[in-house]
T-cell receptor, first 115, second 117 residues
Framework: SAVISQKPSRDICQRGTSLTIQCQVDSQVTMMFWYRQQPGQSLTLIATANQGSEATYESGFVIDKFPISRPNLTFSTLTVSNMSPEDSSIYLC????????????FGQGTRLTVV | AQKITQTQPGMFVQEKEAVTLDCTYDTSDPSYGLFWYKQPSSGEMIFLIYQGSYDQQNATEGRYSLNFQKARKSANLVISASQLGDSAMYFCAMREGDTGTASKLTFGTGTRLQVTL
């Protein structure tokens, strides 16, 4: 398994501001992903964080709104830009570990409220 | 069409009893993986169990087992001897493609399990 530290765990932000969420893993991992979970909903993939290159975004998500960095194999950040109340969600980073099976682990999540 | 379907929005089970949470999936890819996660009210996603499409035996992890019926495209989670701490949301998820290649997970809508005394 992997220990994934995600910060902050929660925040309340003013609309129009930006928040950067950090994801740190205790071992080198190939793939890191960022998901959003809107209130009462399931998880939706925002993007795949690629080490050394631009992130790959899913339909409906754009780099200007959700810029992602991944400077090395253990760290990534997701920024939620120019926030509105609709951005209130839980944001989760996920990593893939190759073990006996192929397992995917999540950070603790960041609970964001935009007021 | 939904790729992952969880038809039970909510389930109740008595403490110490077993419970089955349903999950069906839809894919034309012969290689895929199925996951179950537990999400308590704190919001974290806790990995429970994984089943690969080529695995011959059903996966088990402690009190969790996965009833994998490939022909029916179902991957139900069985929790034995339920405990109060099992009360949470449970999500079924699928990854399509070669299990050696990372790709995104597609999640179902979840089932909220409530364990009662």
């Amino acid at each position: 398994s992997a220990v994934i530290s995600q910060k902050p765990s929660r925040d309340i932000c003013q609309r129009g501001t930006s928040l950067t969420i950090q994801c740190q893993v205790d071992s080198q991992v190939t793939m890191m992903f960022w998901y959003r979970q809107q209130p009462g909903q399931s998880l939706t993939l925002i993007a795949t964080a690629n080490q050394g290159s631009e992130a790959t975004y899913e339909s409906g998500f754009v780099i200007d709104k959700f810029p992602i960095s991944r400077p090395n194999l253990t760290f990534s950040t997701l920024t939620v830009s120019n926030m509105s109340p609709e951005d209130s969600s839980i944001y989760l980073c996920s990593v893939e570990i190759r073990g006996g099976g192929t397992e995917a682990f999540f950070g603790q999540g960041t609970r964001l409220t935009v007021v | 069409a939904q790729k992952i379907t969880q038809t039970q929005p909510g389930m109740f089970v008595q403490e110490k009893e077993a419970v089955t949470l349903d999950c069906t999936y839809d894919t034309s890819d012969p290689s895929y993986g199925l996951f179950w996660y537990k999400q308590p009210s704190s919001g974290e996603m806790i990995f429970l169990i994984y089943q690969g499409s080529y695995d011959q035996q059903n996966a088990t992890e402690g009190r969790y087992s996965l009833n994998f019926q490939k022909a029916r495209k179902s991957a139900n989670l069985v929790i034995s001897a339920s405990q109060l701490g099992d009360s949470a949301m449970y999500f079924c998820a699928m990854r399509e493609g070669d299990t050696g290649t990372a790709s995104k997970l597609t999640f179902g809508t979840g089932t909220r399990l409530q364990v009662t005394l």
